[in-house]
Nanobody, 123 residues
Framework: QVHLVESGGGLVQPGGSLRLSCAAS????????MGWYRQAPGKERELVAY???????NYADSVKGRFTISRDSGGNTVDLQMNSLRPEDTAVYLC?????????????????WGQGTQVTVSS
């Protein structure tokens, strides 16, 4: 199994910055894509950004130029630097990982989620 633990959320004023971090642990053999999603009250979960094991990056249009996703050299930690935050960025931010584990001698690849961290942008 893969466990994802997020940190770095909190309350920030509009225009401020926050940095989220997500660390993966567990008995996995490989982690492919890692990313961040967010879900605001009453809204569907949406992709914020992802980064593949090969370094390919994609951002939601709403965060381009403001957010930066990065991954450590070991590939097990993903960060999200959020600048110029807006009230509409308020949401629970969830880390995701596409990972492979060995299950009964067979490789099993599936998605995993963290529990989420609250980001609130308000004056």
């Amino acid at each position: 199994q893969v466990h994802l633990v997020e940190s770095g959320g909190g309350l920030v004023q509009p225009g401020g910055s926050l940095r989220l971090s997500c660390a993966a642990s567990g008995m996995f053999t490989n982690i492919y894509t890692m990313g961040w999603y967010r879900q605001a009250p009453g809204k569907e979960r949406e992709l914020v950004a992802y980064i593949s094991s090969g370094g390919r990056i994609n951002y939601a249009d709403s965060v381009k130029g403001r957010f930066t996703i990065s991954r450590d050299s070991g590939g097990n930690t993903v960060d999200l630097q959020m600048n110029s935050l807006r009230p509409e960025d308020t949401a629970v931010y969830l880390c995701s990982a596409d990972a492979e584990v060995m299950n009964g001698g067979h490789a099993e690849r599936r998605g995993y989620w963290g529990q989420g961290t609250q980001v609130t942008v308000s004056s």
